[in-house]
Nanobody, 123 residues
Framework: QVQLEESGGGLVQAGGSLRLSCSASGRTFNSYPMGWFRQAPGKEREFVAAITWSGLITNYEDSVKGRFTISRDNAKNTVYLQMRRLKPEDTAVYYC????????????????WGQGTQVTVSS
């Protein structure tokens, strides 16, 4: 079992930056690929980014490439999402996710979810 808790969300103006953090507890964190998803009002939850357990391989949804960076610190049991040049369309609840398979995360089939953190980008 893995417990995930996100933090770092908030209100920011368009063009600004935020860094989300996800703290993990439970089973060995550094053996799990991790990911970030988001869900905007009235829309389905969508994949944002994923990272392998080693941190060497990452994957991003097209609309965030070049603006968002996923990273992890296995010593701190934490995964991050650095978001830059934020746009109003990035407004959503952001969820941290963990699964034993990197490919399952990219496909959106995830075993463990956090409770979510709200990110609001004003125009």
């Amino acid at each position: 079992q893995v417990q995930l808790e996100e933090s770092g969300g908030g209100l920011v103006q368009a063009g600004g930056s935020l860094r989300l953090s996800c703290s993990a507890s439970g089973r060995t964190f550094n053996s799990y690929p991790m990911g970030w998803f988001r869900q905007a009002p009235g829309k389905e939850r969508e994949f944002v980014a994923a990272i392998t357990w080693s941190g060497l391989i990452t994957n991003y949804e097209d609309s965030v490439k070049g603006r968002f960076t996923i990273s992890r610190d296995n010593a701190k049991n934490t995964v991050y999402l650095q978001m830059r040049r934020l746009k109003p369309e990035d407004t959503a609840v952001y969820y941290c996710a963990a699964d034993g398979s990197y490919h399952r995360i990219v496909a959106g089939n995830v075993d463990y979810w956090g409770q979510g953190t709200q990110v609001t980008v004003s125009s």
